[in-house]
């Protein structure tokens, strides 16, 4: 069952055409790979999807709920989150509070001003079980700023999957990270994403890492799709060979 | 057996009760002049905490925070001079009000923008206010502004009152404690305020909007609320310097003002708790003995000023901060 679609779904800045009329679907459950080389208009799509941009035409739906002009916040009470490509996170803030907060939000308690957040033991308790669950169980107290990138960009997910999404966008979760720590991080947000049920969809530029992860690849090509298909399959796709992986098929 | 050791709340809490201690012995210890210097200086502290949920929680410089000391201030001169007010309480609720409808008013035209945008807008009402102040001399007095005198202010209900010609020590000393308990009530509520939910979104908004805002927060309204608790703090530290000093004129809406204000901030270190406290009352009494030493006071503080964003941008108590970890072992600083 779909539990995302765009129809016709267009963005253009100036004569550039970003995204030029995709027709998206997100399924129930899986772990989805959005690729395609830089500018390919990847982000943008996800920045359509989750408000950080709106569209030119096109629409956009969750379930059978048009959320195409929605704002942020009643994207994320649809149950969109995401994490992004630049790590973002509430660096003078503890890891714990970063993850906190994500938490305070979607139980709506950010308005609590007579109270003291720590003493919140359910947020408190569930923001510990869920670092714990990405690896960064130990680190509680730091603050994110002086996290290494691993483990922020673990963080960025965590604070994103913290607002117990239907449908989460990872933009990039391993870039600017070792080979080691890709494996790694992606190791542990599979486990965490596909244990919580929450379907996801990924950028991702390492195709080792997409055909190793994903259930279904999308690729990209200059603001639209170009294939569209189980890891196998885009592994033996002729147009994806040439645009993307730079290699032939048939040789 | 070792006994347990307090935790870091725990040891701050008693580091907080020890030094409120100190002050409750200093009218018995000190002179009525020292208190009253003190006295100025508890009242300014807490406009510097009400600002600095501005700049140090929220990250807006705002540099109208007159207003808002203004507008706790006129309430009680108006409260006294056009209802015949003389209860301290009632002068409290009054300048409460008032200076939360103004920074609530004031707070819907300046949140939506941030950096200078934001410090201009602030500034820019500030100065209207001190113009309507300067103009309406009929109901302000204009320049000479409107006495409050301390002999016309009744305490806790009526119970405690100053009439007779030598009342004024006495006044100083049980306003003293007056101020000392609303400042003990004012700090706590504000430390409750920053370590709420609510003060940590503050915090992910000034360290990162964007991200603020995915997790679904709308910025604008939590800036808003900040606005209003701020000026509502500094609003009251208006009200409660009224009788002290026993005259408002509009100098207090003054943009100097607004800037004094900022520099309780840089001065105790704005990215601290106690930073504008502490800020506030050295301030003020860095002003008082500059200005008995030199006609030529204000360049005394503009050096201080300069040395301080130069050499110690962390202010008195983030350098405190800084130097006390970097003192302490290393297994200790980092556990």
């Known amino acids: ?251 | 057996m070792s006994a347990a050791r307090p935790g870091p709340f725990g040891a701050r809490a008693i580091a907080g009760a020890a030094v409120l201690v100190i002050l409750f012995l200093v009218p018995a210890v000190a002179g009525t002049y020292q208190t009253q210097l003190l006295t100025y200086g508890l009242t300014l502290a807490i406009a510097a905490l009400g600002f600095n949920l501005l700049l140090g929680y929220t990250g807006l410089l705002s540099f109208g925070h007159s207003a808002y000391l203004g507008a706790g201030a006129y309430a009680v001169a108006f409260m006294m001079r056009y209802l015949g007010v003389s209860s301290m309480e009632l002068f409290l609720l009054g300048g409460i009000v008032f200076s939360g409808l103004l920074a609530a008013l004031f707070g819907i035209v300046c949140v939506r923008h941030t950096r200078i945008f934001f410090a201009i807008l602030t500034l820019a009402l500030s100065q209207v206010l001190w113009t309507l102040a300067y103009k309406f001399f009929w109901i302000t007095g204009g320049t000479d502004g409107i006495r409050v005198p301390f002999a016309n202010v009744t305490l806790l209900g009526g119970l405690v009152s100053f009439p007779g010609p030598d009342a004024f020590p006495r006044f100083v000393t049980h306003y003293y404690y007056y101020v000392l308990v609303v400042f003990a009530v004012c700090a706590a509520l504000m430390w409750l305020i920053v370590h709420s939910p609510f003060g940590k979104t503050l915090q992910a908004i000034r360290d990162n909007e964007t991200r603020a805002r995915f997790l679904g927060v709308r910025i604008w309204r939590y800036r808003w609320l900040a606005f209003l608790v701020s000026g509502t703090f500094t609003g009251l530290a208006g009200t409660l310097w009224v009788p002290l000093n026993g005259l408002v004129t509009p100098d207090v809406l003054y943009w100097p003002q607004s800037g004094k204000i900022v520099f309780f901030a840089v001065l105790g270190g704005f990215r601290t708790f106690f930073g504008p406290i502490v800020g506030a009352v050295t301030f003020n009494y860095l002003e008082v003995y500059a200005v008995a030493l030199t006609e030529y006071w204000q360049l005394a503080l503009g050096i201080v000023l300069i040395v301080l964003v130069t050499f110690l941008p962390a202010g008195i108590v983030g350098t405190a901060i800084r130097v006390s970890a970097r003192l302490k072992p290393r297994g200790e600083a980092s556990s």
Request: without cysteine.
């Open chain 1, 1 to 251: 069952m779909s539990l995302l679609r765009t129809e016709g779904l267009t963005k253009h800045f100036g004569d550039t055409r970003a995204v030029d009329g995709v027709d998206f679907r997100v399924n129930e459950g899986e772990f989805l790979s959005l690729v395609g080389t830089n500018g390919a208009g990847k982000t943008t799509l996800v920045n359509l999807i989750s408000a950080f941009l709106f569209p030119d035409s096109g629409k956009i739906f969750v379930g059978e709920r048009d959320i195409t002009y929605l704002p942020v916040d009643e994207r994320i009470r649809a149950g969109i989150a995401r994490s992004f490509q630049l790590v973002n996170l509430f660096d003078d803030l503890s890891v714990l509070d970063n993850v906190a907060l994500a938490i305070f939000a979607r139980e709506g308690k950010t308005r609590r001003i007579f109270a003291l957040a720590e003493r919140d033991v359910a947020v408190t308790a569930e923001a510990r079980d869920l670092l714990g669950q990405f690896g960064l169980g130990s680190k509680v107290q730091a603050l994110a700023g002086g996290l290494a990138q691993g483990e922020r960009k673990l963080l960025d997910v965590a604070v994103a999957y913290a607002l117990r999404p239907k449908l989460l966008f990872l933009d990039e979760p391993t870039s600017g990270v070792s080979t080691r720590d890709k494996a790694q991080i992606m190791d542990t947000v599979s486990a965490v994403v596909r244990g919580g049920k929450i379907t996801a969809v990924v950028i991702e530029h390492d195709m080792d890492v997409v055909f190793k992860y994903s259930d279904r690849v999308v690729v990209m090509h200059e603001g639209r799709f170009l294939a569209d298909g189980p890891p196998d399959e885009i592994r033996q796709n002729r147009d994806v060979a040439t645009y993307l992986l730079g290699t032939d098929v048939s040789g």
